[in-house]
């Protein structure tokens, strides 16, 4: 039993087995976890959903199945729809469970409901396009829903002729706000929306009202920097908005509707939403900062009464759950900083149970319920994880060479002995506005517990300009690419070096995206202090990204504070090509082939230039249907392999070519 601060972790820890074995990137890539939970009005029947990744070499390509499970109180849980299903959006009303699924015939994803009590699932609502999210009044006569219109069939035939022109952001749809009544007399669902793109629909409770998340396009641009909250009657009439700039996330109403908490930003330029306001709606939607000084990241917030509200927040590489109440604006822990690192909340209003998903380094996201004093773990998703070597993973403090206070978390290798010295893998998060927490950091991008039987070490830093530390802390890489920011990942591996746990000529770098860049870089104005790069779907020059993304007014509002045609040299000297002839780090780059945030060509270009100059080696992998990152089982699976491979060849082996491109796949069929 683990006791931490304030509160005791039941059930969590798992026994130490008497033997222990390795894990394989196969079963890194397939570990089932829990990824949405709800909380029924009692609070303690609970619906979840769990991930099940596909089987590689044995299941076609495609997306991983997704369960359905229902746990009450502390008991064990019970499978209500398993097998080749892909269930989402799980939601309760009364003795009613709601999920989003495309089951059977059905063309588009639709709305379905079961009884709590189990047995056949019924067809709730269907529509004419897919239904991208939904709520339902808490009386369930009313049904609100996300979905586009009716695709017009007349492009279908066209294309059939050969007409097939795409005009570039353009010819993008509204996803529209539509309303059910199922008490209606043609019980047809109702068009409330035209011109905007709806991201989100709520009930606002004790009124007839909705609450919606809009954005003036449909681009990915306009739904991170141009969205706002507005309340709307049942005939979609704006009732009032809720005041607002920059990034949005989660808003939720008290249970009597008076008061709306939303996670937001702290101006246009903060780069992620992680400030905690309340909107009272007797005052004229007046706006509280109810966290004004909070040195961490609001990450979930839901309603426990009418005066209370719970919150979770990062803080650090750590997660804490807190209540505030509404009279004096004060917070109370409820679990404390500790092993686990907690993703979202769910509560049941006038109920004192907290339902959380957390991670933690032994275990991938499972559910778990806070009540009193006590955490209890209420899923096992990978009972054969309890056989697994778990190496030895900490939260380490350093100083830039500016003084600057950082984090990260170390992974050190499963045989570690001291004063020996290891060879490193460095992971390097995207955004930059995101963090590492201590707690479950296997990705197909980061076999952590495959590497540390290796004989790896592994870093992940959290460098500035990174969230969980606070508004100034996430502005400190703004105006300065590849600057300071990456200077702290050469001091956060000098660290390592001086306290030797690390070779410092055997380190590598790897990362995605704003990683990518990272790995990139790493590779070439910075090649003296990394001896293998693996880069994924990453950054290598700063002008034509920018003309080529999906995201550039985010990239000018948060991250880089300046247009490339104000300063073109700066932006080609901080970009990976402009230093590719200094380039002596083997590097490996894997590119989803569809991804629109970081267009395939940014790793065209570092390949054709470091390849052109032929004085390292250099590899260039694409995903044919992967976007900003890979989706797919099989394709997650081939990654992990050419990464670990890369690294191994050049960091272990030392050597000084390219290993064969293929991979054993076919032997495995």
Not at 46 to 68: C, H, M, N, Q, S
Not at 228 to 243: I, N, P, R, T, W
Not at 515 to 523: D, Q, Y
Request: cysteine-free; overall charge negative.
């Amino acid at each position: 039993m683990l006791r931490s601060i304030g509160v005791i972790l039941v059930a969590a820890v798992l026994t130490v087995p008497s033997f222990a074995r390795d894990i394989t990137l196969q079963e890194t890539v397939t570990v089932k976890s829990i990824n949405s939970a709800a909380l029924a009005a009692d609070g303690q029947l609970a619906a979840f959903t769990r991930v099940v990744p596909r089987t590689p070499y044995k299941d076609e390509d495609g997306g991983a199945y997704i369960e359905l499970h229902t746990v009450h109180g502390d008991a064990t849980s019970v499978p209500f729809i398993t097998g080749k299903e892909s269930v989402r959006s799980v939601s309760f009303n009364g003795q009613t469970i709601y999920f989003l699924a495309k089951r059977d015939d059905a063309k588009h994803t639709s709305l379905y409901k079961m009884a709590t009590t189990g047995g056949e699932a019924q067809l709730a609502l269907s529509h004419d396009a897919a239904i991208s999210s939904y709520a339902v009044s808490n009386n369930g006569r009313y049904i609100a829903f996300r979905a586009r219109s009716k695709a017009d069939e007349t492009k279908s035939k066209l294309a059939k002729k050969g007409f097939k022109a795409e005009i570039y952001e353009e010819q993008n749809e509204f996803t529209h706000l539509w309303l059910y009544d199922t008490q209606a007399d043609d019980a047809k669902p109702v068009q409330l929306s035209t011109d905007t793109q709806v991201l989100s629909v709520a009930f606002r409770p004790e009124n007839d009202q909705l609450l919606v998340r809009v954005a003036p396009t449909a681009l990915v641009d306009d739904n991170y920097m141009s969205t706002q909250y507005q309340l709307l009657d049942y005939d979609g009439k704006q009732v009032s908005a809720f005041e607002s700039v920059g990034k949005l996330g989660k808003a939720e109403f008290s249970p009597d509707g008076r008061y709306l908490a939303v996670i937001g930003a702290a101006d246009y330029n903060d780069p992620a939403s992680g400030r905690l306001y309340v909107y009272d709606t007797s005052k004229e939607n007046e706006r509280t900062n109810l966290l004004p000084d909070y040195q961490g990241h609001v990450q979930d917030i839901a309603w426990r009464r009418n005066d209370e509200l719970i919150w979770l927040g990062h803080r650090g590489t750590q997660s804490e759950v807190q209540a505030l109440t509404m009279q004096w604006f004060e917070s109370r822990m409820l679990m404390e900083p500790s092993k686990l690192v907690a993703v979202d909340i769910e509560v049941a209003p006038g109920k004192n149970d907290v339902l959380v998903r957390a991670h933690s380094s032994a275990h991938p996201t499972e559910l778990f319920r806070i009540s009193g004093q006590n955490i209890t773990r209420l899923t096992n998703s990978n009972p054969w994880l309890d056989d697994v070597t778990m190496p030895r993973q900490e939260t380490i403090s350093y100083k830039a060479r500016d003084g600057l206070e950082l984090e990260g978390v170390v992974v050190y290798p499963t045989d570690y002995t001291e004063g020996k010295r290891y060879p490193l893998i460095m992971v390097v998060h995207g955004g930059p506005e995101a963090h590492y927490s201590n707690g479950w950091l296997d990705r197909y991008g980061s076999p952590v517990k495959y590497a540390a039987q290796q004989g790896y070490a592994l870093f992940f830093p959290n460098y500035r300009g990174s969230t969980g530390r606070g508004v100034e802390f996430s502005k400190l890489g703004q105006n300065d690419y590849a600057g300071k920011e990456f200077d702290d990942l050469v001091d956060g591996k000098n660290h390592l070096v001086e306290m030797g746990l690390v070779d410092e000529t055997k380190v590598g770098i790897t990362g995605g995206s704003y990683g990518g860049f990272a790995s990139a870089w790493g590779a070439t104005a910075l090649t003296e202090h990394f001896a293998a790069s693996v880069m994924f779907v990453g950054i290598s020059d700063n002008i034509s990204k920018f003309g080529t993304t999906d995201i550039a007014k985010e990239m000018h509002a948060v991250h880089a504070r300046s247009y490339p045609w104000e300063k073109w040299q700066w932006y080609l000297e901080r970009s990976p090509i402009y230093h590719a002839e200094k380039a002596r780090t083997p590097i490996l780059i894997m590119h989803g082939k569809e991804d629109t945030r970081v267009h395939p060509s940014q790793s065209m270009e570092l390949y054709r230039y470091l390849k052109t100059h032929g004085k390292v080696p250099v590899r260039l992998v694409l995903y044919p249907g992967e976007g900003h990152g890979n989706r797919r089982v099989a394709a997650q699976l081939d990654y992990s392999m050419r990464l670990m491979r890369w690294m191994q060849h050049f960091l272990v082996e030392g050597n000084k070519e390219a290993p064969a491109h293929e991979l054993p796949h076919a032997e495995q069929l």
